[in-house]
């Protein structure tokens, strides 16, 4: 079956720093990947997304690949602040079906 | 617009009852799916409706049901509860049953099973 492997956390870094977030997946077929974003005391919200081999999302200063080669989805972002400080999750979808699959997430938090 | 919203934000049951739990989608939105968030397995997926029509069921249980009416709106339902049903349960809507489509999610409900 499909699924997510994610960096495990928690990720502490001082403001400003380099954030990447590691993500491989396992997938049949062409999924679609996507990070969502869980910031304290809020719902998942999508932060961005990828459809197809090479795309390359990026939303807020975060951008993340599609990689079919190494069946990667990395995010990154080049400065953090603190308000970026959330749990953040991998995610694909296969085919048609509409069902997510996530990774374990990963906790971000950045000091001022 | 309003966001999705669920209820009731908390709840806190003991073994074998049952319960039923509230999710209306943002107004327009046809679609909606429930997922399961606990520490352990994380964020997994329960069902997904449109129109009023089961699409999609995840690997959970026959305890899990769940049901949408015309308005949209959706209710799961679990029976005989169990310690391990502890868990955030989340809501998703989207407005259509297009592939890729974001979706977008409420606050949750916290499910305590005692």
């Known amino acids: 079956g499909d699924s997510v492997t994610q960096m495990e956390g928690p990720v502490t870094l001082s403001e400003e720093a380099f954030l990447t977030i590691n993500c491989t997946y396992t997938?049949?077929?062409?999924?679609?990947l996507f990070w969502y974003v869980q910031y304290p005391g809020e719902g998942l919200q999508l932060l961005l997304k990828a459809t197809k081999a090479d795309d390359k999302g990026s939303n807020k200063g975060f951008e993340a690949t599609y990689r079919k080669e190494t069946t990667s989805f990395h995010l990154e972002k080049g400065s953090v602040q603190v308000s970026d400080s959330a749990v953040y999750f991998c995610t694909l979808s296969s085919g048609s079906a509409r069902q997510l699959t996530f990774g374990s997430g990963t906790q971000l938090t950045v000091l001022p | 617009k309003a966001g999705v919203t669920q209820t009731p934000r908390y709840l806190i049951k003991t073994r074998g009852q049952q319960v039923t739990l509230s999710c209306s989608p943002i107004s327009g939105h046809r679609s909606v799916s429930w997922y399961q968030q606990t520490p352990g397995q994380g964020l997994q997926f329960l069902f997904e409706y449109f129109s009023e029509t089961q699409r999609n069921k995840g690997n959970f249980p026959g305890r899990f049901s769940g049901r949408q009416f015309s308005n949209s709106r959706s209710e799961m339902n679990v029976s005989t509860l169990e310690l391990g049903d502890s868990a955030l349960y989340l809501c998703?809507?989207?407005?259509?049953?297009?592939?890729?489509?974001?979706?977008?999610f409420g606050s949750g409900t916290q499910l305590s099973v005692l």
């Open positions: 998703a809507s989207s407005p259509t049953d297009r592939p890729n489509e974001k979706l977008f």
């Open positions: 997938a049949t077929g062409y999924p679609s």
